[in-house]
């Protein structure tokens, strides 16, 4: 079936669907609009919008799109409230069978209640199940310590419920028992297949430009699939529709430009604009570390990077909207005497918004493409051997159509994605070497109702997706479930099933894995696992999530989740392969002879969140009790990512007598993470030369013998940030800001990696004092 006739079939679907709507809520009246920023032109996400005195109310969605339905005609009082600006009212009269479309202003004030705030967050936990979901701003990211003078949005994931972080250099983070791979990262629809930089404590995400970021822990609905672990989901600002505006900074780290402003200036009276936005990152880390940390390394610490990011946002007066974006990240670190490794990642994509006028509908497409290219080189000393060379690449586009039906207070979602890859991969460890390169072609279609009975609020859904180069068909069924059992005490569940095809390729036999690179799922999978037939070549795990949130006070929130994943077919390469996959081997156990293995695991716990946010002072306390375990149909084993237990306790405190100055910290508790020992050692003589060598006096290469996989422990992590920020307002438009931060405060010597042919520990970063300056305009 063609990817036309889908979409005709999908436009079909919707007329008749508009038609059905139009015929039976005739009689009453609707509303709908965009809501922005009136300062800048932003939209404004997650607002309240309500009929006061009604029960007729929603919420904004992620562009700032409302709609009210099933209106009883009459004279309503409208109202929109949200987080730090002035409401917003206005008279309106509902006519039966008119709908009315409004574009809505909001301006900023300079001094909130607390108790306006207290009850919006309030009002959203009431509105949306949300079950392992954190939604980010950027005002939330600046609330923990920084490094130089940015927050990051690296860092403020390290310290999410669930969510597991390996270290400063190298650094990857886990969600729940998901690797990197079974997590999607996406930007304005955009795939990014890596996030995060190799010193950890940078992403490649300017957290000034994020409008807003959804980050799915697990049981997430079907609008999302290809991943069986987790999902993040970042939406970008446009830019400033009104004036021309930017920031400025330069730290002991690195340097940042950005600038943003309009093309056409946006007209509160509701005419189109345009605007643009331009974000560039630079690391010198490598050049400036050699005179001020020179105490770690005089070499200097070994990382640089660039991130350069750019949009286009093009509005018209209905509130249609096409976003043009671009992206490209570099990232080199040369590890002490261990490897190389480099990587670079671009990406081009667009997305439009269409608000039909008279309809409920509201449409969405996406258009993007990407790739990413990977390489590591290993030191032959290290590796015992000849210098070793992996190179990984993948690039991918995707198109998705989403239709958005607006019921009352309920809301009908459906649409379709085309996906395609292509993986190149060349692959070695200690025992074997692998090289693939494959095609890969992804179709979906899913269906989404959010509905709400009294106190309960349900959202079941369904995605089919089909994986034409494996010839396999995945349904998932997913649902979403919350309970207002009292005013303060709210229940929740979510989960479903999920597939993916992507998998990594790491070796098992690293202490630290630093090469993170992509294969698509193979189809020559073996016939059974454990006496079981395999069915399909995909990777399938199910979620089950329950938990309860509960305002303790008007300050204090807890939400507390207990999860488990059941991951029922995973693929991941042989290492214990002793043969090749040929005619003369075929007596020969799949298990010994197959390039890729099946395998199952789950990943269990418990996190538990206590949230303090009041005037001055902001306090976060997460803990997360987890397990991870693995069977490779002979050998049970744990990751090398399982963590027993992780705490992350963030405060802030703003005083002086104008509130311009803030003090905050984070203390990050972690236990040891698995590792494979080093049982024992031998020496490798060249054979280049054949019968002729002289075994006799030539020298040989070490090589190491591994005991079984993952069965030592590392020590416990643990680690203090410390932040000092002051602020001066220059203008009414400019500010600047001078940043104080310490890393590491008291020096913790945290296990990086152990040389193990030198016998030497190597550690994470010590103390890292850092002083930075920002400029607003």
Known sequence: MSINFRVFKLLIFSILLSCLYNYLFAQTGSIKGIVYEKETGEPIGYCNVVLDGTPYGVSTDIDGYFNLTKIKPGQYSLKVTYIGYNDYTEQISITEGVTINKK??????????????????????KSQIQTSTVIITPKEITKIPTIGSEPDFAQYLQVLPGIIFTGDQGGQLYIRGGPPIENKVLMDGMTIYNPFHSIGLFSVVDADIIRNADVYTGGFNAEYGGRISSIMDITMRDGNKNRLSGKLNASTFGSKILLEGPIKKFDANGKSAASFIVSCKNSYLKESSKFLYNYVDSLGLPFNFIDIYGKTSISSQNGNKLNLFGFRYIDKVRYQAVSDLQWDANGVGSNIILVPSGSPVLVKMDFAYSDYNISLVEDPFITGSEERIRNSYINGFNIGISL?????????????????????????NSLRTLVQEENTTEFAGYLKYKYSYGKLLVEPGFRLQYYASLSDLSPEPRLGIKYLLSDRIRLKFGGGRYSQNLISANSDRDVVNLFYGFLSGPDNLQDEFVGRPVNHCYQTAYHAIAGTEIDVTNKINVNIEGYYKANTQLTNINRNKLFEDTENNAGKDDYYKKDFIVETGSAYGVDFLLKYDYKR??????????FVNRFDGVYHYIPHFDRRHNINFISSYTFGKNLNWEASLRWNLGSGFPFTQTKGYYEILPVEQGINIDYTSINGLVSVTYA???EGRLPYYHRLDFNLKYSVSLSENSSLDILFSITNVYNRKNIFYFDRIKHERIDQLPILPSLGIGLSF
Do not use: M, P
């Not at 809505?104 to 936990?125: H, P, T, V």
């Open 104 to 125: 809505i202003f909001l301006e900023s004030k300079a001094q909130q209640l607390e108790e306006i705030k207290i009850s919006g967050e309030r009002e959203k936990q």
């Open 617 to 626: 002072i902001y306090v976060w306390f997460v803990y997360s009790f987890g």
């Open 404 to 428: 958005n039906y607006f019921i009352g207070s309920d809301e009908l979602d459906y649409g379709i994605e085309v996906l395609g890859f292509n993986t190149r991969f060349n692959f070695n």
């Open 708 to 710: 079984e996989v993952n």
